[in-house]
């Protein structure tokens, strides 16, 4: 078997064929030149990459970039790396980024189209597309910051990608000195050339410190981003400062690549006894096995896919790991017999593929049905949260099915769900025996400004499991949803909701989270970093999680059947019944049946009762359908009311991208034909009114509402009255709210007029924000407008809404908070 192959694509455009305005892009970029050959030659010391795993891409057009990012993904096994320096753009309508090859030019209209660009949604699904093990994005260009919106929402295997960004979304920056590297890359490289072990999550936060007191384009502060998944990392350059002479940098050759065995003698004679160090660190167990662990002589094991629950998805990793050096996955020969993909998606979407779409899962042959892309590869192995799961994925199959499942008897592990409460909060003496909604209740006498989150129940089981348990006997979907303290959208993961509590002020202290309880010993990738732990109580009437093993069969899909399904059954029987039950037994769990003891004999986590009871037997189909329907009705379709500040103040804030209205058109994605929104222009008018209605609170065809706000302009030598525009509003929203909606008043303002919204008027409006019901989100062009005590920080506390200023990531931020109201434009 080959080593792991690493691969770096490093792609940089400084010069474009059109900088003609309009349709041109603004000029060429010199000092890209100089961030591909210093980048190269960092890359080539730090030992992790040679000459031959290099490939640098100067000034591509969109098809040239097209096909070396193509090639690249396809070659790599182990380490993708690719480096993006040039122009970025975002449309006004949107904020996602689309990278500008050489051949880029710009169509502006309803919808503005970027010709001879890339957009990074693609980009993204192209490497997700490879074997590589871990994936590395480094964008250095103008709003780079904007790429985070696809990282959140990718649901597959996000895991595997770690992206570094050069600046915050929505912003522009400086590209320096024709004659030196960019700013961002020049400290890149610099942080490169250390000696030592550099990490991925090292040089995020060094760059974080060496860009600190540097300026946006808008005179803000620069500050990198990054995006990785709890617990994930990568090594980036490993070389010592020895007498050794360091190899030579040489001009990327001409030739493709040499042969295999040539570049590891030559890494070899660099690295010496570092290389297998460097493998395992960087790549995890199937690097390092690769180099240690197979016989030349060994044919490729065959590849089995298993796609499992977010919430399962690093216990399964773990034991998958596990498997592949195991015995029992180990021919005569000491050769691997199989391998073992896990990848993990949002529950809701397997089951709508495996019961509606296997045959465009085998074949997509639409843009709007492509499982392959939404959910992963297809599966041999599906492991769910619960039992019901595949119930569900049988009730109501299409005829034309294609996927054929064979599901095991029992599950194969347990895990009740808990609220786990802050140790902060004092303790009950019941922690079993009453139903959720008792639970909730008397935390809340215990602790007035205790707080209840939960996971994204279309994500994760965990969180639909606990759904059951919240709507039980209450009086409505909405009114539960409402009494969940979770601004913006749900985690996707129970570690991603804990790990996401604030850690600036007391909300990890005091919000008990709706999660697995294996988590309270598992841990999460934060978890050094949380203040407060938990203790579980146990709710009577919410089914556990149970992980139950599920044989997938695809119709003409299993050329090599025997082969396969031995491999499966060999999985199989060493996770539910032989040594695969340690993982489970490491992360948590519990048996599945009978008391359901903890597996794990050495005793409970700290927070856990060793035998808590009683414990609610397995969901049913009906339960979870049931669950599942009222949430969503409960979140859509939605009702939006923006108040946009027109006033003199917000002239140097109002163009752009990141201007007032730009970030209104950005979140408009979050909208569809069924929500009703609607735009008011906040500011004094000739005849006395306090705002101007630019577009009536209903629906709307698609693009009506960013044409009318594209057409909006400043009125010069107004003020505005924030008062008036927030009372009028919450008002209407009042009113309007008998027909169940979620509702949402969005006020993008630069805070200049406060000083007519003080006193008595405040108090006005925070008693009406209070008892209107309607949560405000306040967003703030201007920095520290959400500090404790300041007026847009009262006015969405005591509504129940979100502050954003300029210190905030604005178009993430209100974009979610857009989003989490309505049903979306995909609906």
């Keep these: 078997m080959s080593p792991s192959k690493n691969r770096a694509l490093l792609v940089g455009v400084s010069t474009y064929e059109d900088k003609q305005p309009p349709r041109g892009v603004p000029g060429d970029l010199p000092a890209v030149e100089h961030n591909l050959t210093m980048l190269r030659r960092a890359l080539l010391r730090g030992g992790v990459f040679d000459e031959d795993s290099i490939t640098v891409c100067r000034s591509p057009s969109q098809d040239e970039f097209n096909d070396a990012l193509h090639t690249a993904a396809a070659e790599a096994d182990g380490l993708l790396l690719l480096y993006f320096a040039g122009h970025g753009a975002t449309p006004s309508s949107g904020d996602r980024l689309f990278l500008q090859m050489r051949n880029a030019r710009v169509i502006a209209g309803g919808h503005t189209v970027f010709h001879g660009a890339v957009k990074y949604d693609d980009v993204q699904t192209v490497l997700l ?139 070899a004679a660099v690295l010496g006894t570092l290389v297998l160090t460097v493998t395992a660190f960087a790549f995890g167990t199937y690097g390092l096995y690769a180099l240690v662990g197979s016989s030349p002589a060994c044919a490729p094991p065959l590849e089995l896919r298993l796609v499992t629950d977010p919430d399962l998805e690093p216990t399964l990793t773990a034991a998958a790991d596990a498997y592949l050096t195991s015995e029992e996955n180990t021919d005569g020969d000491g050769c691997r017999v199989s391998g073992i993909t896990v990848y993990s998606a949002r529950s809701a979407d397997v089951v709508t593929a495996l019961r509606e779409e296997s045959e465009a899962w085998q074949e997509p042959r639409a843009e709007e049905t492509n499982p392959q892309r939404d959910v992963g590869p297809q599966a041999d192995i599906w492991i769910p949260g619960s039992p019901a799961d595949v119930e569900r994925a049988e009730h109501d199959r299409d005829t034309n099915t294609k996927a054929r499942l064979e599901a095991e008897q029992q599950p194969f592990a347990y895990s009740p769900i808990v609220l786990a409460v802050p140790a902060d909060i004092p303790a009950t003496a019941q922690r079993t025996g009453r139903s959720l909604t008792e639970l909730v209740d008397a935390l809340r006498d215990r602790a007035d400004d205790a707080e209840v989150r939960r996971t994204d129940p279309e994500s994760a089981d965990s969180a639909l499991l606990a759904t059951i348990g919240l709507y039980d006997g209450a009086d409505g ?351």
């Design 129 to 267: 597309s490879s074997p590589a093990e871990r994936i590395v994005v480094v964008l250095d260009c103008c709003y780079a910051g904007n790429a985070g919106l696809a990282w959140e929402h990718e649901y597959r295997d996000k895991r595997r990608v770690l992206l570094l960004m050069s600046v915050q979304a929505n912003h522009r920056i400086d590209a320096g000195d024709a004659a030196t590297p960019t700013p961002f890359t020049a400290e890149l490289v610099q942080l490169l050339e250390k000696p030592g072990k550099l990490s991925f999550r090292w040089l995020s936060g060094e760059l974080r410190e060496r860009m600190a007191g540097r300026q946006t384009m808008r005179r803000e502060p620069w500050v990198p981003q990054s995006r990785a998944e709890p617990g994930e990392d990568a090594l980036l350059s490993e070389w010592e400062e020895t007498g050794a002479v360091q190899p030579p940098i040489v001009p990327p050759p001409p030739s493709k690549p040499s042969a295999l065995v040539q570049r590891l003698r030559r890494r």
């Design 477 to 827: 979907a909405l009114d539960v949803e409402k009494q969940l303290d979770q601004p913006g959208p749900p985690s996707d993961t129970a570690a991603g909701l804990l790990c996401e509590l604030p850690r600036n002020d007391t909300v990890d202290d005091r919000t008990a989270a709706l999660v697995p309880e294996f988590l309270l010993k598992t841990g999460v990738g934060c978890d050094s970093a949380r203040r407060s732990p938990r203790l579980a109580e146990y709710p009577m009437n919410v089914p556990g999680l149970e992980p139950t093993f599920v044989r997938v069969r695809w119709q003409d899909g299993d050329d090599d059947l025997a082969a396969r399904d031995a491999a499966v059954e060999d999985f199989r029987a060493w996770l539910t019944e032989g040594r695969g039950r340690d993982a489970f037994a490491q992360a948590g769990f519990r048996e599945a049946t009978g008391d359901r003891p903890l597996l794990d004999e050495s005793g409970p986590a700290f927070g856990v009762l060793p035998a808590p009871s009683p414990l609610q037997e397995s969901a049913g189909l009906n339960e979870m359908e049931t669950a599942l329907k009222e949430y969503r009705a409960a979140h859509g379709p939605g009702r939006v009311l923006f108040l946009l500040d027109g006033s003199s103040s917000m002239a140097s804030l109002w163009d752009g991208p990141s201007g007032g209205p730009g970030l209104l058109k950005q979140s408009l994605g979050g909208l569809g034909g069924q929500d009703e929104y609607g735009v008011r222009m906040v500011a004094d008018t000739p005849g006395g009114d306090k705002y101007e209605t630019l577009l009536p609170l209903t629906t709307h065809p698609r693009g009506e509402a960013a044409k009318r706000v594209d057409q909006a302009e400043v009125r010069p030598g107004a003020d505005s009255d924030p008062h008036a525009a927030l009372l009028a509003a919450l008002d209407e929203m009042a009113d309007r709210g008998a027909d169940d909606r979620p509702q949402l008043i969005v006020y993008i303002t630069d805070s200049g007029d406060h000083d007519r919204m003080t006193g008595g008027r405040l108090d006005d409006v925070l008693t009406r924000a209070e008892s209107a019901d309607v949560p405000v989100a306040m967003v703030s062009l201007r920095s520290g407008a959400c500090a404790a005590g300041k007026p847009d920080a009262r006015i969405s506390a005591a509504s129940g809404g979100r502050c954003l200023d300029a210190d905030d990531d604005i178009g993430k931020g209100l974009s979610a908070e857009v989003e989490r109201t309505g049903l979306g434009e995909d609906q």
